[in-house]
């Protein structure tokens, strides 16, 4: 059965620091990864999603895997009050059936 | 662009009762899904559909969940009947024929069963 692994939190980070959630995952086949941001009471947002190992920058976030470590984290850079959310990592293996398979996810509060 | 729309944004039923969920994809989405949030845990895959066909209903519990999306457009989720614990929020998303790694996902229905 496909695992994904997060630690629930919550992660305490001051404002302007920078934030790192990170993510295991037990199917070596999953191709896809992804990492969602979720407020409370919301649906899930797509913020980033990685392909192949080495890290993906997009503004404030970057996302980096290794799939030998079978490993992938979220750093978030200059924190913000409004990045206090639920991320919730998440992987599929690219195949005919790509439903995601998420983790928990890990709980951050931005302190400012 | 409008988004995944679902109904109704809440409910609240008696155990044994029956319930059913309605899902409106993006225009032009070929690919709904169907998860269920308990509280404190992520989304988990019930079903998913490419236009009208089920690619993965693995863990669908259907016993009691049923799904259907008859002309590929709409989609329904129904339980019957339920158990204390189908509280969850069930949400729907969707995604293009291009590029099925990217979903959208729904406001979600939040099921209280007491």
């Known amino acids: 059965q496909k695992e994904v692994e997060q630690n629930s939190g919550p992660l305490s980070v001051p404002e302007g620091a920078i934030a790192s959630l990170n993510c295991t995952y037990s199917d070596r086949v999953s191709q896809s990864f992804f990492w969602y941001r979720q407020y409370s009471g919301k649906s899930p947002e797509l913020i980033m999603s990685?392909?192949?190992?080495g890290d993906k920058e997009d503004g404030r976030f970057t996302a980096q895997l290794n799939k030998a470590s079978q490993y992938v984290s979220l750093l978030i850079r200059d924190s913000q009050p409004s990045d206090s959310a639920t991320y919730l990592c998440?992987?599929?293996?690219?195949?005919?059936?790509?439903?995601?398979?998420f983790g928990k996810g890990t709980h951050l509060i931005i302190q400012p | 662009e409008a988004g995944v729309a679902q109904s109704p944004r809440y409910k609240i039923i008696e155990k044994r009762q029956s319930v059913a969920f309605w899902c409106n994809p993006i225009s032009g989405h070929a690919t709904l899904y169907w998860y269920q949030q308990i509280l404190g845990q992520g989304p988990k895959l019930l079903i998913q559909?490419?236009?009208?066909?089920?690619?993965?209903d693995s863990q669908l519990p259907k016993d009691r969940f049923s799904a259907e999306r008859l002309k590929g457009v709409d989609s329904t989720l129904k339980i019957q009947p339920a158990k204390l614990e189908d509280s969850a929020v069930y949400l729907c998303?969707?995604?293009?024929?291009?590029?099925?790694?990217?979903?959208?996902f729904g406001p979600g229905t939040r099921l209280t069963v007491l």
């Open positions: 559909f490419q236009n009208n066909g089920v690619v993965d």
């Open positions: 998303a969707s995604s293009t024929p291009v590029s099925t790694d990217t979903q959208y």
């Open positions: 990685i392909y192949s190992n």
């Open positions: 998440a992987v599929n293996s690219g195949g005919g059936a790509d439903g995601l398979t």
